[in-house]
């Protein structure tokens, strides 16, 4: 059975940080793309970071490139998003989805597989 389990998010402050976990079950993160999509109200989704789990190339946002990291541990089937100096902006529900795909499709797309989402709220 597929699983994609997420934590972390909440609520911080503008300028703070947050980090998201995905924990995949079910298949090798070694041979899928893995990342998050966001959704706010009122505005498009939008792919923010993905990670390959072959090479571990990347793809981010150009709203998020040097804010956010994103990272993954094969061994331990789980992906990460370090996210810093957040943004009122960057108030969403954060999805974390993967398909055997680049990290460009994976990001354009979305899953495949979806995580239950993770609310992140900045605001003061």
């Known amino acids: 059975q597929v699983q994609l389990v997420e934590s972390g998010g909440g609520l911080v402050q503008p300028g703070g940080s947050l980090r998201l976990s995905c924990a995949v079950s079910?298949?090798?993160?070694?041979?899928?793309?893995i990342g998050w999509v966001r959704q706010a109200p009122g505005k498009e989704r939008e792919g923010v970071a993905c990670?390959?789990?072959?090479?571990?190339?990347?793809y981010y946002a150009d709203s998020v490139k040097g804010r956010f990291t994103i990272s993954r541990d094969n061994a331990k089937n789980t992906a990460f998003l370090q996210m810093n100096s957040l943004q009122v902006v960057d108030t969403a529900i954060y999805y974390c989805v993967s398909r055997p795909s680049s990290v460009q499709d994976l990001c354009a797309l979305g899953g495949g597989y979806w995580g239950q989402g993770k609310q992140v709220t900045v605001s003061s």
């Open positions: 079910g298949f090798s993160l070694s041979f899928y793309a």
């Open positions: 990670i390959s789990g072959r090479d571990g190339s990347t």
